[in-house]
């Protein structure tokens, strides 16, 4: 079993930054074998990605809407994954769901982007951008 807990959501004006953070837990000595993902769900909407980071770290993904303003990264040593997001918009507003692809599906440099290629996932952050 993999643990994943998210921090670093919160309320913030538009145009401004907020850094998530994802710490796994459990069976983590093969952290640095895991695809990690990042996905979010508005309120009445279904949830998608956001943005994918293979396990090499090599690769990474990213939704149209956010190239440009948010950055995913990894921290195998601290079994981490963080997202960093700038230029914060409203319509980013949603709950952050960090997700471990522990499969692997695909090779080191895949990134996963579709739910079910993901086998453990965390609670959730709330993320609340205000115009």
């Known amino acids: 079993q993999v643990q994943l807990v998210e921090s670093g959501g919160g309320l913030v004006q538009a145009g401004g930054s907020l850094r998530l953070s994802c710490v796994a837990s459990?069976?983590?000595?093969?952290?640095?074998?895991?695809?990690m993902g990042w996905f979010r769900q508005a309120p009445g909407k279904e949830r998608d990605v956001v943005a994918a980071i293979s396990f090499s770290g090599n690769n990474t993904y990213y939704i149209d809407s956010v190239k440009g303003r948010f950055t995913v990264s990894r921290d195998d040593a601290k079994n981490t994954v963080s997202l960093q997001m700038n230029s914060l918009k409203p319509e980013d507003t949603a709950v952050y769901y960090c997700?471990?692809?522990?499969?692997?599906?695909?090779?080191?440099?895949?990134?996963?982007?579709?739910?079910?290629?993901?086998?453990?996932w965390g609670q959730g952050t709330q993320v609340t951008v205000s115009s």
């Open positions: 997700a471990a692809n522990v499969g692997p599906w695909g090779g080191p440099d895949y990134t996963a982007t579709k739910q079910y290629e993901y086998d453990y």
């Open positions: 459990g069976r983590t000595r093969s952290f640095s074998s895991y695809g």
